[in-house]
């Protein structure tokens, strides 16, 4: 069954930032989301079986499965190589996640962080490509594709091996297009030139360009009065031939809006925009911020229960709108008497399964010294 771009909505629902209450999903805020999310005619919610804990999976049960007709939204989640043991594990999860969500079929299945090292081999030792084929037979995937966090080398051999694969997602913004860790641009143009239907992730990079410094923010109101940064992130990428859809991992009412306004009559990009866009791009690369997304897979397996994300928010509102006071404040009273930035063992647990591939380690020595000291 091959995708229809033109059917697909332009912006989805990413379920990996979820409003809480304390640690618990805020059910009725993101049922809340969920309305407004589909009122505005649109219906691709993505989650994974490590979001939230677990709980993201059971959040769509609740908030999306339970509420809406099956036929009327399109359900997609991810299958994660890190707790793969032996082949049996992919059924296991796999139905775990049915049970979870609440679903007999999943629109759009993915294999998680495919990506050199451990994940790539895992997927590749325990035949997950046929294996995702096999589901797909049985009707229990609709679509079947990857998440991707690799090289443009590795990219191109997977393709050539799998040519199986329906659409890849792929961390996509105007900041990493040229990030040489990231390669945005260089996955994108591999993806767009074979004609594979692109899922883009992190399009405002886990919130950082939600929030540039006041200079680049003054770029855009110039521009656009009234705009939002986001609204400039999303533009960029929806204006880009052969994405399929974009995912925002909204944690209010607010931020959902916007978005919904961004594309209710979506104006792609001018020339003079996206010269303004590469302004903003040179202001943001001359500040020493530390490229987290906030994607939290470090959390989960930290010895020491480090909020490891929390801490490298701070680091970077102090360096781009010199608020040192208000984070150490922070810091001390919410962050620091669960675990602080000194507490890391340097195990590397967390830079082993970092999507941005960032030396956690070493960045959290820095923190300790802002923060600390």
Do not use: F, H, M, W
């Given at each position: 069954m091959s995708i229809d771009l033109t059917k697909m909505p332009k912006l989805g629902f990413g379920l990996m930032r979820l409003p809480t209450n304390g640690d618990e999903i805020d059910l009725e805020a993101v049922s809340k989301m969920v309305d407004d999310y589909i009122a505005a005619g649109l219906n691709y919610f993505d989650t994974a079986y490590v979001y939230h804990g677990g709980n993201s999976e059971r959040a769509a049960k609740e908030c999306i499965v339970k509420r809406y007709p099956r036929d009327s939204f399109y359900l997609a989640t991810k299958l994660p190589a890190w707790s793969i043991k032996t082949a049996d594990d992919r059924d296991r999860i796999f139905n775990e996640q049915c049970e979870r969500a609440g679903v007999e079929y999943f629109d759009f299945y993915l294999l998680h962080s495919v990506e050199?090292?451990?994940n790539y081999d895992t997927y590749e030792k325990f035949d997950c490509f046929e294996w995702g084929l096999q589901k797909k037979r049985e009707g229990k995937i609709r679509h079947f594709g990857f998440s991707f966090h690799g090289t443009p080398?590795?990219?191109?051999?997977l393709l050539d091996d799998h040519p199986e694969v329906e659409f890849v997602q792929i961390q996509l913004n105007y900041l990493d297009w040229d990030n040489p860790v990231i390669s945005s641009g260089r996955l994108y143009e591999i993806l767009n030139e074979r004609g594979i239907p692109i899922i883009v992730m992190e399009p405002v990079k886990g919130g950082t360009l939600a929030s540039p410094p006041p200079e680049a923010l003054g770029k855009f109101e110039a521009a656009r009065k009234g705009a939002s940064a986001a609204s400039w992130a999303l533009r960029f990428v929806a204006s880009l031939p052969g994405v399929m859809t974009i995912l925002s991992g909204m944690s209010n009412s607010e931020q959902m809006k916007d978005n919904i306004s961004t594309f209710t009559g979506f104006e792609p990009l001018s020339d003079s925009e996206k010269q303004v866009i590469e302004q903003v791009k040179e202001i943001m690369?001359?500040?020493?911020?530390?490229?987290?997304?906030?994607?939290?897979y470090c959390c989960d397996g930290c010895p020491q229960g480090i909020k490891i994300p929390d801490i490298f928010t701070l680091i970077n509102s102090m360096r781009i709108y010199n608020e040192g006071w208000r984070a150490k404040n922070y810091y001390n009273t919410n962050i620091a008497p669960i675990a602080k930035a000194s507490d890391c063992i340097g195990c590397g647990q967390c830079e082993g399964v970092c999507p941005q591939h960032l030396p956690i380690i070493e960045y959290l020595k820095e923190a300790a010294q802002e923060l600390e000291n």
């Open positions: 050199e090292g451990g080398a590795l990219l191109e051999k690369r001359g500040k020493p911020t530390i490229g987290c997304t906030s994607c939290r």
